[in-house]
Structures are given as C-alpha cells and as structure tokens.
C-alpha cells in the first residue's frame, strides 16, 4: 500500500521560506509522477508544482512561478517544495498527491491523483 506523509509546514512571516517534504512509502516511487497542491480555509484544492517521473520536467501554478521549486529525490523517495517570498496568500494546507502512470499527461490539472497525502498546515503572517 502507498502511502505518502508530508512535513515542514510551519508559521512563518511574510517574505520568509519553507521547504515541505513528503515521503512516499513503495518500491515504485522513481515512477511515479508527483504534485503538490495546497487548499486555504473555505476555498477549492488548488494545484501548485508537479514534476515528473525523471524529475527534469517541471510544471507551476502561474501564482507561484519563480517562487516556489519541486525537485525530487528517488533515492529516499521523497518529493520536495522550496517555497519562497511566502505572502499571506500562500497560507493553505499543502498536499502531496501522487500518479502511478508514468506517462499521464497533465493529470494534475484534472486532479486525477492515485494517491494523496493527509497535508501539512503553511501559515504566513504579514
């Protein structure tokens, strides 16, 4: 069974960063292609950075372009996002979602996860 576990959430002031982590129990990790999205308070789930199987293909929400990176790394099976330039804007609940298709194409958008992740609170004060 798959299983994915975020961490790294925190409070933090506005303009500071955080780095979230999730690690995803299987032997099948290096395949899977992986997502961040991030739901606030009264508000749909929102798709944020996805990367793919390879970690060389990278995708973003227009909101958090050149602020936030997900990387990944197989060998500890753990998908990563560098948050940056936090705004208030950016508090959410963060999740990590996972598809075991290697090659499904922008199922992100769709939020068509095989799996999800259970989140991790992001709280930015101004």
């Known amino acids: 069974q798959v299983q994915l576990v975020e961490s790294g959430g925190g409070l933090v002031q506005a303009g500071g960063s955080l780095r979230l982590s999730c690690v995803v129990s299987g032997r099948t990790f290096s395949s899977y292609q992986m997502a961040w999205f991030r739901q606030a308070p009264g508000k749909e789930r929102l798709f944020v950075a996805a990367i793919s199987w390879t970690g060389n293909l990278t995708y973003y929400a227009d909101s958090v372009k050149g602020r936030f990176t997900i990387s990944r790394d197989n060998a500890k099976n753990t998908v990563y996002l560098q948050m940056n330039s936090l705004q208030s804007e950016d508090t959410a609940t963060y999740y990590c979602?996972?598809?075991?298709?290697?090659?499904?194409?922008?199922?992100?958008?769709?939020?068509?996860?095989?799996?999800w992740g259970q989140g991790t609170q992001v709280t930015v004060s101004s």
């Open positions: 979602a996972g598809k075991s298709n290697t090659y499904a194409t922008r199922w992100y958008a769709r939020y068509e996860a095989d799996y």
